[in-house]
Every structure is written in C-alpha cells, then in structure tokens.
C-alpha cells in the first residue's frame, strides 16, 4: 500500500485546510484509515481515525468540534477538514492505513504551519 499526502500549508490561525491521503496498491485489506501528526520533541500522535468499511470515526479530544475526517473509497482517498486552526495543531501529517493484521504503512507527511 502505498500514501500521498497533500494539502499542507501555511495559513493564520482560525483559518481552514484540507489534506488528502491518496492511496494505491492492495487498498482491499485495510481496516483503518488515519491522520497523526508529529511536533519536534513529541511522539506522533493520533489525530482521527475511520473505518473503510462503517465509516466510524474517532477524533483526539484536541481537535474534536473542528477537525472532521473522512474517505471516499471509489477514488482510494481520505481527507481531513481542518476548521477553526490554531497555532499548537502546527505540526507535519501523516496519513496512516491499518491492515486486518495490524500492519501499518505511512505516507511522507505535509506540514502545516499556523501562524498567530
């Protein structure tokens, strides 16, 4: 399975960006599709998360109200909403698959950028 990332950027805080994560290869056996995302001197963390089948999402309570994920399985691609930015969700994305046998791949990551 292979992850492209796109849609980072520079924008000022309370503005709005979408990311999209294009996927390609055996795209049949992934359970989960994610967003994390990674500051210098902190672990990547879980951002949001959905399911390829239901649909079911999860968010980290950071971001909850103002981010919103989503996947549009005839193109292979999961986006990410992101409203209302804030400086502290400055980091670089990373698109994430899960397969059924918890293997993970990871796409290169795009930086977004919040300014004040």
């Known amino acids: 399975v292979q992850l492209v990332e796109s849609g980072g950027g520079l924008v000022q805080a309370g503005g709005s960006l979408r990311l999209s994560c294009a996927a390609s290869g055996s795209t049949f056996s992934i359970n989960v599709l994610g967003w994390y995302r990674r500051t210098p001197g902190k672990q990547r963390e879980l951002v949001a998360e959905?399911?390829?089948?239901?649909?079911?999402?999860a968010y980290a309570a950071s971001v909850k109200g103002r981010f919103t994920i989503s996947r549009d399985l005839a193109k292979n691609t999961m986006y990410l909403q992101m409203n209302s930015l804030k400086p502290e969700d400055t980091a670089v994305y990373y698109c994430?698959?899960?397969?059924?046998?918890?293997?993970?791949?990871w796409g290169q990551g795009t930086q977004v950028t919040v300014s004040s």
């Open positions: 994430n698959a899960r397969r059924w046998n918890n293997v993970d791949y």
């Open positions: 959905i399911t390829t089948s239901g649909g079911s999402t």
